[in-house]
Structure formats: structure tokens, C-alpha cells
């Protein structure tokens, strides 16, 4: 099992930024593949950025795509979400998810075994 447990949502205006912190615990996968979605209200569920474990490779959503930064320093740390220039329609609830024994460029949801609770993001205009 992993834990997965994600923080600093909150308010910003837009053009601001914000940074998200997923921090992972429980057993561990050498090969796995650690994620952000986010789900807006009567939206699906869509992926935004995500890395591998083996290579470090980050991979984006073309919306968020220069404007938003996938990082983390060691599989042992914390995944970040670095978001700027925001805008309104970045509003939603952002989820980490993680996958177990695959390294690779993953988008679906349904590729993820494991969930965080979300952490809600608003953007203002």
C-alpha cells in the first residue's frame, strides 16, 4: 500500500502561482510513476503532469504546459507541483496519484493504483 497525502492548495488571483506538495509513504516500488490530476466540478478527471521513477522523465498536459513544473529530488521525496500564471479555468480539486511497478508516460486515470485525497485549487480573475 501507498499513502499519498497532498497540500497547499488554496486561493490566488490570476497570473499568480501556487505550489503543491504530494508526500508519499508506505511500501516501496523502484519502478513506479507519480502523477497530478485534477477534476473540476461536473468535470472528468484529467491528467496534468506527471515523472518517472528511472529516468526522472516529466511529461504535461498541453494546457499546462509551460506554466506548470513536475519535480522531485529523489523517489524517497516529496512530488511537487510548481503552478504559475494561473488562470480561472486552473480551478479544480488536484489529485496525486501513483503507479506501482511501471515507469512511464501514463495519462489515464484509470492506470493509477493509488489516490490522495485532493487539495482544492482556486484561481480568481
Known amino acids: 500500500q501507498v499513502q499519498l497525502v497532498e497540500s497547499g492548495g488554496g486561493s490566488v488571483q490570476a497570473g499568480g502561482s501556487l505550489r503543491l506538495s504530494c508526500a508519499a509513504s508506505g511500501r516501496t516500488f523502484r519502478r513506479h510513476t507519480i502523477a497530478w490530476f485534477r477534476q473540476a466540478p461536473g468535470k472528468e478527471r484529467e491528467f496534468v503532469g506527471g515523472?518517472?521513477?528511472?529516468?526522472?522523465?516529466?511529461y504535461y498536459s498541453s494546457s499546462v504546459m509551460g506554466r506548470f513544473t513536475v519535480s522531485r529530488d529523489d523517489v524517497k521525496s516529496p512530488l511537487y507541483l510548481q503552478m504559475n500564471t494561473l488562470k480561472p479555468e486552473d480551478t479544480a480539486v488536484y489529485y496525486c496519484?501513483?503507479?506501482?511497478?511501471?515507469?512511464?508516460?501514463?495519462?489515464?486515470?484509470?492506470?493509477?493504483?493509488?489516490w490522495g485525497q485532493g487539495t482544492q485549487v482556486t484561481v480568481t480573475s
Open positions: 515523472i518517472t521513477s528511472i529516468a526522472f522523465d516529466t
Open positions: 496519484a501513483f503507479r506501482k511497478d511501471y515507469s512511464g508516460t501514463y495519462r489515464d486515470p484509470n492506470d493509477f493504483d493509488y
